[in-house]
């Protein structure tokens, strides 16, 4: 059988999946992720939500188009609500801004119960890996992918141990950073841009520019591989 094309971005989410389990994808749009990881072979089945009426309509179209409606299914449902009985033991939450997994997750605390987090904040990692770290989350891997632009994707599982990260951890990842390559150095760099241009708009209004004068101090520490 035919794979689903997919775009690099969802590729590298679907590399964390465990084999032979159940997923969520939430926020699922097309149902493109777990229709992918089924015909693939990855995983037993589970079930996709979108909170609208137009991603889910589609996600239905596509999981019979690809003859997985028995594998598959299809919930319209705000976040986690009504999740748990499909019983996943991956969750996807991909295309989100950091705020609102967060909001997701905590609304939902039995994702700590054994599951495994696969998550793609759009902003804020920052605020996203914060909430992990303090609630007891391992990050067990994460990766910078390039698709169009660059995107972060964090792999975590709970343990209940509490991790106190640096600045730069909670944006860039301590993972990516141990690793390097040139994916991390374009993130730092495009970072750095950004900094630089808020440090001119904050000159301009007399406003204070420290954090961003210590982001960009940090940034370039990593890059020239010295420790913060």
Request: aromatic share 8%; glycine share 10%.
């Amino acid at each position: 059988m035919n794979l689903p094309k997919i775009s690099k971005r969802l590729e590298a989410a679907a590399s964390f999946a465990q084999r032979g389990v159940r997923i969520a994808d939430i926020g699922t749009d097309h149902a493109y992720l777990p229709i992918y990881l089924y015909t693939s072979g990855i995983i037993s089945g589970g079930v996709a939500s979108d909170i609208n009426e137009g991603p889910t309509d589609r996600a239905r179209a596509n999981v019979r188009g690809w003859g997985a409606q028995g594998a598959i299914s299809v919930l319209r449902t705000d976040g986690l609500s009504g999740i748990e009985e499909y019983s996943p033991d991956n969750i996807f939450i991909l295309g989100m801004g950091g705020e609102l997994i967060v909001k997701i997750l905590d609304d939902a605390p039995w994702v700590k119960n054994g599951k495994r987090l696969v998550l793609q904040p759009m902003t804020h990692p920052e605020i996203l890996r914060e909430y992990l770290y303090k609630n007891g989350f391992d990050i067990i891997d994460e990766r910078i992918v390039e698709d169009d632009k660059l995107y972060q994707i964090i792999c975590a599982e709970y343990s209940g141990n509490i991790y106190t990260p640096t600045e730069s951890e909670l944006y860039f990842g301590k993972l990516n950073i141990e690793r390097g390559g040139e994916l991390l150095e374009k993130l730092l760099l495009h970072a750095r841009a950004v900094y630089e241009q808020r440090i001119k708009g904050k000159m301009l209004a007399g406003a204070d520019s420290s954090c961003e004068e210590r982001m960009i101090s940090n940034i370039d520490c990593i890059l020239r591989g010295e420790k913060i």
